[in-house]
């Protein structure tokens, strides 16, 4: 099984979903990154706020404000 990239976020980064469902449906919204990331089923995920559970950061785009 191959390891995924590591995405580089951190804790307290903001970032944009992209390429996947919830970017359709929350398009403008900023999330910011509330733990730091971990690997769930050869996916590295990160619990973002506002959202239940880990997000996979392959669908997270990392922004500066």
């Known amino acids: 099984m191959r390891k995924p990239k590591p995405s580089g976020l ?3 980064n903001h ?3 992209v390429n996947c469902y919830e970017a359709e449906k929350y398009p ?3 999330w910011t990154v509330r733990s730091e990331p971990w690997e769930v089923c050869g996916s590295e995920v990160v ?3 506002g959202k239940s559970g880990g997000f996979d950061t392959s669908c997270l785009q990392k ?3």
């Open 10 to 12: 951190h804790e307290g």
């Open 15 to 17: 970032v944009k979903m």
């Open 28 to 30: 403008d919204k900023v």
């Open 47 to 49: 619990l973002l706020e």
């Open 63 to 65: 922004i500066k404000f």
